[in-house]
């Protein structure tokens, strides 16, 4: 039985032999070498070609965030994140996921239960065996895609009309990941069913709607909303503080037409009540110098709302998707994230320092606003009901795990089947399993017709949104790139009607 070869990086030889130990319990997995530091792990990689990486987040001389970076431009291959529970260990590894990082696990420590530390070896595993059945999926799709790639004849002509060149880069796309469009020539996917390593498995969806014609490029970010005359963004709450004057390219590429946004300040991550921000951009609003202020919107003053389901490669994606929509979008969007308690937190202090719209982190009771985006928090159901002012709020519960996670995404969609004065929007991006896709299919038979999946191309893992496309329940199976852009048009179309 072939084996694959996984290299351990961990400051601490402790936690190398306990992390070791729980990955050699799987047969299909070798532990081929270990690491005390990044610097040492990229030393070692070009020697030993692991197929796979574990990797602390917070080590001495060089961490975990800055091997991944030079890892996935030099050496791309599955890494997984072993996290600590401290503020600073899950920002760290919001921003490894947005790198490439394949997902991560939280870290046990020399405290931990011996049940505690069974239950991480069990999430190890099932992620390390996703990660490979990601990355075989992604390698036959590359092959089958340079199969039947046209090839130029020896005069160099080029092809004949009507067949169309990937188009070029609009500019330098990011470091190179698993499940990312960089990752391979042309990019591929990384998606895979949760489980089981089977051929059938691992076999492209027969008869589901793809997007075989067409090769992503180079991901440019769409225009956002609401700029002034000399192209400056809108201001947000006047707690943020300047901002880095660059980031890190976003998502993945594709070929539409916009341009990308100019790089805006970055502010320390921070996470304020939807009520706060609405009254600073009150406050704010004439000041000079600060670009044109978005328009506040009374709460439940709007007709749409977007509900996105996601998992593996789910931050990465969300950030992809939220950048892509503007400031004054008018709609709340509401996000199921599969991720423990206080990470989500993290993630919405990350995506709200790097996009327009106001990202947070849900409450209970929480009035929605459109412009807003609101992430539920890990450890609790969320639910969209109605509000006793006449808008939607926020409801959250504590009920049993629904498809094995809290939240869950099929709860949020649940929630959504009563609100039909409301013009609902229903996507699930990458993720394990099939979290969402039935009551996807409950809400596209009781007439939403506004369901989006992302396409097998730009997936990390191509399990959920497969599941809702296998119960024709997607209207739109799109590239990561294009889903932004999608559902800023079918708001403002419904919106026009």
Known sequence: MMSYRVMVVDDSAFMRKIISDLIEQDEAFQVSATAKNGREAIEQIAQVQPDLVTMDVEMPEMNGLDALKVIMKEHPLPVIMLSGINEQGMRETIMALELGAFDFIRKPSATTSEHDILQVGRELREQMRAAMQAKERRDAWTAAQLRSAPVLPASGKPPQAGVAAPKPPARK????????AAAASPAPPAGSAPTGGTAAARAPLAGSPRLTTRLPAANPAAPSGGRDGQGRRPAKAPAERARPAARPASGLSGGTAHAAPPAKPASPPRQAPAAEVAAAREKTSGHAGRGRPRSVRPAGEF????????????????????????????????????????????????????????????????????????IAP??????????????????????????????SV????ESLLPLQALKRHVVL????????????????????TSTIAESEETCVVFGMPRSAIELKCVSHVLPLYEIGPKLVQEVAKKASL
């Open 378 to 407: 890990g450890g609790f159901h969320m639910n969209v009901v109605p509000s006793p002012t006449g808008g939607y709020r926020v409801h959250l519960t504590t009920d049993k795990p629904c498809n094995g996670h809290r939240p």
């Open 173 to 180: 796309p990011a470091a190179p990941s698993p499940g990312s």
């Open 303 to 374: 007709t749409d709302l977007v509900a996105i389901g996601t998992s593996t490669g789910g931050p990465k994606a969300l950030k992809a998707v939220l950048e892509k929509i503007p400031g004054d979008f008018p709609a709340p969007i509401v996000i199921v994230q599969h991720m423990p308690p206080n990470f989500t937190k993290s993630l919405a202090q990350r995506l709200n320092s790097l996009c327009e719209l106001n990202v947070v982190e849900a409450e209970q009771g929480q009035e929605l606003q459109s412009g807003t985006a609101y």
């Open 429 to 448: 991006l990458t993720g394990m399993g099939s979290d969402g896709a039935k009551v996807m299919k409950r809400l596209y038979d009781a007439g939403v």
């Open 410 to 413: 099929d709860v949020l969609y």
